[in-house]
């Protein structure tokens, strides 16, 4: 068995990230369901929230449209598929929480 | 709180800003998803969403971003109320990520990771628990938990396998002297 060699300062933790990514925490679909059972989340709460994403982002667009600098057409290109996905996004949470209080109405 | 991560190509410090994450910090993990490979482990991790229960439950989760050159570098979802395998009151990292480019093999910044660790000892520490934390390493940084210096349980998470870790008391005495460099005030 090897002997694990802890680093022994601040410089020896920076080789560390160097060395190793970071990454922690359960990545199955169980766990992500048990999390969300645990701690439910408000879909309005939620579909609110990406709304106010999707109105900063078109805002944003918009701004860098008017000036219409070449160099800035690859940023608002990634915005507007970032605006393109958020929507499809607010599509299926307003799915789901349909599908959530049909559920209830019929428990 | 202000802390200094380090370009690890160059080595030139960055003063960079951990915080607990608000709603509008979405539309900077937005960008991650562009870059993030599609096989990484945690790519379906849903940080709009960790965010949003962090505020709903704030008793009982907590979600910390870290800022650097107007970009979220990291983040962290945490449940307060948890227990570790001896039943002390401990904090469990729920999930702890970087930004892609903070990644191997591009790595732009160095500790990132273990700064947000040890917000997270900070914490458990604020919170009476002494430092203890609990967290489940990815595959690929089993190495950087086992080296920080927390402990390795025997025992396996249930369903997925991954190796957990904990720190205790006095571990996590230990690594928040050595990092006491990254935090500015």
Partial sequence: MTETKIARNWEEIGELEEEYDALAGATTPEAERTLREKYPVSWPRLLELKMQEMQKLLGEVQAMSVEEKP???YQI???????????VEVDDGLLEFSQELLTKEHA | MKVK????????????????????????????????????????WRWDEYILLAEMHPRELACFILLAEGEAQGLMLLELEHENDLGEKDIHGLHISTAPWNRLPEKRFKYVGSLLVAIAVKLSIARGCEGRLWLESLPGAEGFYRRLGMIELGERSPGEGLVQFKFDADRAASFSRKMEEGFLE
Avoid at chain 1, 77 to 87: D, E, G, S, V, Y
Avoid at chain 2, 7 to 16: D, Q, R, S
């Fill in chain 1, 71 to 73: 160099a800035d057409m």
């Fill in chain 1, 77 to 87: 290109q990634r915005k507007i598929n970032t605006l393109r996905k958020l929507a």
């Fill in chain 2, 5 to 44: 991560i380090v370009v690890a190509a160059t080595g030139e410090e960055v003063i960079a800003e951990i915080r607990p994450a608000r709603l509008d910090d979405v539309i900077l993990w937005q960008r991650w998803k562009g870059q993030m490979p599609a096989a990484a482990e945690d790519a379906h």
